[in-house]
T-cell receptor, first 112, second 110 residues
């Protein structure tokens, strides 16, 4: 699976949009981009994933560049409860075990 | 939370003692995983299972063994615990192209 690069930390004001970047310049055509977050010491929580089209769900939006070498996770109206470590992961979907490779992630702090 | 529970949630043990952690799921998912997480690091895969009695190694499997005699239970065993195995252990299952994680077990080896 391709390697990802994320900034180690970011700050965002409560109520504003939080935009978290991720670089995955070696991504293959059949690899998806996944985002998870980990709040304090809880288990990671799935947020969203996509292949090449932009995706939106009740938690966030995922914007993937046309060349697929980078993506941005957008939390449209950040709240204090969004303070967490956010992980960007790329992997191939389909049959078989999902052996996720977690990097260091981005520690997002939402400030009041 | 995909019906995943882990037990115990906290454990303190001494070097050289055997330890077994349990992961239980209620929804009969085929794939189950054990990860460990250490300070300042992301999660690292220890072992995974793709069915009853079917398991394979992950990235950091040395010192660990696993067993899956029933679909719903995936056990992680430290045959002889060492201080380097002090960590938080997370279990996960695969469902609908993603993974769902349990609440974690904090293990301290003195």
């Amino acid at each position: 699976d391709a390697k990802t690069t994320q900034p180690p930390s970011m700050d965002c004001a409560e109520g504003r949009a939080a935009n978290l970047p991720c670089n995955h310049s070696t991504i293959s055509g059949n690899e998806y981009v996944y985002w998870y977050r980990q709040i304090h010491s809880q288990g990671p929580q799935y947020i969203i994933h996509g292949l090449k089209n932009n995706e939106t769900n009740e938690m966030a939006s995922l914007i993937i560049t046309e060349d697929r070498k980078s993506s941005t996770l957008i939390l449209p109206h950040a709240t204090l409860r969004d303070t967490a470590v956010y992980y960007c992961i790329v992997r191939v979907d389909g049959e078989g075990a999902q052996k996720l490779v977690f990097g260091q992630g981005t520690r997002l702090t939402i400030n009041p | 939370d995909a019906g995943i529970t882990q037990s115990p949630r906290h454990k303190v043990t001494e070097t050289g003692t055997p330890v077994t952690l349990r992961c239980h799921q209620t929804e009969n998912h085929r794939y189950m995983y054990w990860y460990r997480q250490d300070p300042g690091h992301g999660l690292r895969l220890i072992h995974y299972s793709y069915g009853v009695k079917d398991t394979d190694k992950g990235e950091v499997s040395d010192g660990y063994s696993v067993s899956r005699s029933k679909t719903e239970d995936f056990l992680l065993t430290l045959e002889s615990a060492t201080s380097s195995q002090t960590s938080v252990y997370f279990c996960a299952i695969s469902a609908y192209d993603t993974q769902y994680f349990g609440p974690g077990t904090r293990l301290t080896v003195l």
